[in-house]
């Protein structure tokens, strides 16, 4: 059985609500894609905390992340945090995809055909049924 996942406190989501209210200008770019259902049909969620770590954008349907990396995450420093970040993402089965700022402003039309791409392997991927027996055999 997968770990549980923790609720957020009342400090992350008070840190999720703002950093919604502060998102930068790539953030408002690709949320103005995503937002209303106009990827796939599927509800995205911005800066969802995900304890302990709040999400730029997420699909709870296909437990997709997207998160997108300013020039402060190019430092080994900090691509050491994100690489232990998204490996405890992906221990919760979530994917997570990542842009950086450049990308956003310049090829957004890749980023969105990458999303898309992901997100539409995912909705066709079969999901695992339980056994007859219920516990597996």
Known sequence: MPPRKP???P??????RHLRVKQTDCELHV????RARQLLG?????QHPNPP???DFYCVELKLAIELD???HFTAEQLAYDWRRTDHL????????????RQVLEEMNGVLEEVYRVAEQMLEAPSPQPSPGGRGS
């Open 31 to 34: 949320w103005q894609k995503l």
């Open 11 to 16: 400090a992350q989501r008070q840190f999720a």
């Open 90 to 101: 992906q221990g919760l089965g979530i994917t997570v995809l990542r842009f950086n700022n």
């Open 53 to 55: 770590f709040v999400l």
């Open 7 to 9: 609720r957020p406190t």
């Open 42 to 46: 599927l509800k995205f969620r911005r």
């Open 70 to 72: 300013g020039s402060q």
